[in-house]
C-alpha cells in the first residue's frame, strides 16, 4: 500500500524548527516590526516560558551589543587604515617626484615604495580578517581601550556637574 507524503507523519528537531520558523516569520513579515506584547503572544503560543523568553531577550541584547562592538571595531580598523594609506599615497608621490627631479628616473624612491607598500599591504591584510586569534585579542585590547574611555568621560563628565552645581 502506498502512503501518499502529504499523510506521511513528519517530525521535526528543535533546529530544524527554529530553521523553519525564521525563514517563514522573515517571508511574511519583511518590513513589518513586532511589538514586545506580540513577541509574548507568539511565546505562549509556543509554551515558552515568560522566565525563558526574558532570559532569551537579554542572551539576544547581549548578542547584538556585542554585534555592534564588532561592527564599530570593524569601521575603526577600516578608517586607520584609509588614514595610513593616505599617508603612504603622498609621502611616496612626494619621495617619486624628488627622485625624477634628481636623477630624471626612479632609482632610491622604489626601494621606499616597495617597502613602506609591503607594510601597508600587510596592514590591509590584518584589517581585513575578521577571525583568529590575532583579531580577536586586537578586538579586546580596543574594546579594552574604549571601556577606559568611557569610564574617564563618565568620571570628569561627574566631575564637571558636581563643580557646577
Not at 530544524?16 to 519583511?30: E, F, M, P, T, V
Request: glycine share 4%; net charge negative.
Amino acid at each position: 500500500m502506498k502512503v501518499s507524503e502529504g499523510k506521511l507523519a513528519r517530525s521535526y528537531n528543535q533546529e530544524d524548527i527554529q530553521q523553519i520558523l525564521q525563514i517563514a516569520i522573515a517571508r511574511q513579515a519583511d518590513d513589518t516590526e513586532f511589538s514586545h506584547e506580540q513577541l509574548v503572544e507568539i511565546a505562549q503560543e509556543l509554551e515558552i516560558t515568560p522566565e525563558c523568553l526574558q532570559i532569551a531577550e537579554k542572551e539576544w541584547s547581549s548578542q547584538q551589543s556585542s554585534i555592534r562592538q564588532r561592527q564599530d571595531f570593524n569601521l575603526y580598523r577600516r578608517s586607520r587604515l584609509q588614514k595610513r594609506f593616505g599617508n603612504y599615497a603622498i609621502a611616496n608621490s612626494f619621495f617619486v617626484l624628488l627622485n625624477l627631479a634628481n636623477a630624471g628616473e626612479l632609482t632610491w624612491s622604489i626601494y621606499i615604495l616597495l617597502f613602506w607598500g609591503l607594510g601597508v599591504g600587510l596592514d590591509a591584510w590584518n584589517t581585513f580578517q575578521s577571525q583568529g586569534d590575532d583579531y580577536e585579542r586586537a578586538f579586546q585590547k580596543w574594546y579594552r581601550q574604549n571601556q577606559l574611555k568611557q569610564s574617564v568621560s563618565t568620571f570628569v563628565d561627574k566631575i564637571d556637574k558636581w563643580l557646577k552645581a
